[in-house]
């Protein structure tokens, strides 16, 4: 009997991909007069078969390999660990057994030991001179470099305290551990695009990856632009492939200092960590944007939602579910600094709003502290995406100005969304109905937090404040129940 095997490929969703094949019985390539249309004879006593999709270069998919056992009896089966990526289908008739391989490829493919590697590369120089990064995050984290991406437990970790916050209107925190974060974290990078490459993605163990459940609901972090700090001397090595990238784009916003965090410094954001405090049980997704790109193709937002999909079929494969949800859930954007400018970008655009992602899917987003002359348009874009839907959220939070003009104006803007005057400084706002945040925050409430948390004196500058109300504040957003 003539056994043939006749691979093919196709992406989650299970619509044809072009592909260029090799095979392998035992080690030994089995030729074939076309390797786009091949049809191979298996010859008799192979026991391993391994099957090579590769996609044009100008394809938005990876190449993929897959194992196959073949029986004594000549029956084609894929063995445990390409289990999920491959689908089988046989058929024996007139002496003649056939099996197509249908072969799972992807936008997305594992880059984490990529990203650990260059982590252990970090510049010497600053456009200030000699820089030692590797003794400054050894000082920040206590271990320096990572061995591994996971998200460790923060023996001391100081978090928004909700329920004061609520009675008092004062910016308050209460000092605990922080768990570490269990689950999957990993970085993925996509294919076909010139940003963002890399994604940080943290599936939280309490959120299963289980045949027939629910579409996942994700949480997605925009960080500030990557151009504005070139002038200091970052970001100099290729996108996304260098230190800066993997360090200050993908590993400071996930994890907390190692002591007394957030407030101890200004600089690692725990993203992660906010979203476990707050109870929100969803994915948290951090693109990697680049110098030039920026944030690229996520400014048409049908897109973005395209490449969530896209992670959580990769993220469900990795869990060896083949079939997974065929949409996403619930998605809230939150934004930091000058992310907040393509946050406002994206929104604003009549297009993306029309589309499904922003319409149906995006039911919340989050501003932490734009630059003040960048608020009012913050909050006319969201207001306009939001416009007619009453179910959506828009939560903003901002330092005072310290121009008067700069305070009138935030202010102003406050209010607008609010729909009703915002009280004395510092405030936590809600509206009646619990679908607007505004706050507003001082310096001097930074300093005061920081003084009673570690008793000496404070010696940061306005960065502080910016930087921590982005390493604080989503605790808050996160937990007025968005999901």
């Given at each position: 009997m003539s056994n043939l095997l006749l691979p093919i490929a196709s992406h989650w969703k299970g619509e044809f991909v072009a592909c260029r094949f090799k095979a392998f019985a035992d080690g030994m390539p089995l030729a074939t007069p076309d390797d786009t249309h091949p049809l191979y004879d298996i010859p008799k006593g192979t026991s391993k078969l391994?099957?090579?999709?590769?996609?044009?270069?100008?394809?938005?998919?990876?190449?993929?390999?897959?194992?196959?056992?073949?029986?004594?009896?000549?029956?084609?089966?894929?063995?445990?660990?390409?289990?999920?990526?491959?689908?089988?289908?046989?058929?024996?008739?007139?002496?003649?057994?056939?099996?197509?391989?249908?072969?799972?490829?992807?936008?997305?493919?594992?880059?984490?030991?990529?990203?650990?590697?260059?982590?252990?590369?970090?510049?010497?120089?600053?456009?200030?001179?000699?820089?030692?990064?590797?003794?400054?995050?050894?000082?920040?984290?206590?271990?320096?470099?990572?061995?591994?991406?996971?998200?460790?437990?923060v023996a001391t970790a100081r978090f928004l305290d909700l329920s004061k916050m609520a009675s008092t209107g004062a910016l308050t925190f209460r000092e605990k551990t922080a768990p570490a974060i269990d689950g999957a974290s990993v970085v993925l990078r996509l294919k076909g695009v010139t940003a963002p490459q890399l994604f940080a993605v943290v599936w939280p163990l309490t959120l299963p990856r289980d045949p027939g459940v629910d579409p996942t609901p994700f949480f997605?972090?925009?960080?500030?632009?990557?151009?504005?700090?070139?002038?200091?001397?970052?970001?100099?090595?290729?996108?996304?492939?260098?230190?800066?990238?993997?360090?200050?784009?993908?590993?400071?916003?996930?994890?907390?200092?190692?002591?007394?965090?957030?407030?101890s410094t200004w600089g690692p954001k725990g993203v992660p960590y906010q979203v476990a405090e707050a109870g929100a049980n969803v994915v948290t997704v951090i693109p990697c944007n680049g110098v030039g790109p920026e944030f690229g193709v996520l400014s048409d937002t049908e897109q973005t939602g395209k490449i969530l999909e896209e992670i959580q079929a990769f993220m469900f494969w990795r869990a060896a579910v083949p079939d997974p949800p065929t949409s996403i859930g619930k998605t809230v954007i939150a934004a930091f600094s000058s992310g907040n400018d393509f946050l406002s970008a994206w929104l604003a655009n009549a297009k993306n709003r029309s589309g499904s992602f922003?319409?149906?899917?995006?039911?919340?987003?989050?501003?932490?502290?734009?630059?003040?002359?960048?608020?009012?348009?913050?909050?006319?874009?969201?207001?306009?995406?939001?416009?007619?839907?009453?179910?959506?959220?828009?939560?903003?939070?901002?330092?005072?100005?310290?121009?008067?003009?700069?305070?009138?104006?935030?202010r102003a803007a406050h209010k607008t969304l609010l729909e009703a005057q915002p009280p004395a400084e510092p405030y936590f706002?809600?509206?009646?109905?619990?679908?607007?945040?505004?706050?507003?925050?001082?310096?001097?409430?930074?300093?005061?937090?920081?003084?009673?948390?570690?008793?000496?004196?404070?010696?940061?500058?306005?960065?502080?404040?910016h930087h921590n109300i982005c390493a604080a504040m989503l605790t808050h957003a996160l937990a007025q129940n968005d999901f």
């Open positions: 391994t099957v090579t999709a590769t996609p044009p270069k100008d394809s938005p998919f990876w190449e993929a390999t897959v194992t196959l056992s073949v029986s004594t009896s000549g029956e084609v089966a894929a063995e445990t660990s390409s289990s999920v990526f491959v689908r089988l289908k046989t058929a024996v008739a007139n002496n003649s057994r056939g099996t197509v391989v249908n072969i799972k490829v992807s936008r997305f493919k594992d880059a984490t030991t990529d990203v650990l590697d260059l982590l252990t590369k970090p510049p010497a120089m600053r456009a200030s001179g000699p820089v030692d990064e590797a003794a400054n995050n050894l000082s920040t984290y206590g271990t320096w470099p990572p061995s591994n991406w996971l998200l460790p437990a997605l972090f925009v960080r500030q632009g990557a151009l504005q700090n070139v002038g200091a001397g970052y970001f100099k090595g290729a996108y996304p492939d260098s230190f800066d990238y993997a360090d200050l784009c993908l590993f400071q916003n996930l994890h907390y200092g190692n002591t007394g965090a957030p407030l922003l319409k149906d899917t995006v039911r919340a987003v989050y501003f932490l502290d734009p630059r003040p002359d960048a608020v009012p348009g913050c909050v006319t874009a969201a207001r306009k995406w939001a416009e007619g839907d009453p179910k959506k959220r828009i939560r903003l939070y901002t330092h005072l100005p310290d121009k008067p003009a700069d305070r009138t104006m935030v706002t809600n509206s009646p109905d619990g679908h607007k945040t505004v706050s507003m925050t001082r310096f001097d409430d930074w300093k005061k937090v920081f003084v009673d948390a570690f008793h000496q004196d404070f010696t940061f500058d306005w960065q502080y404040t």
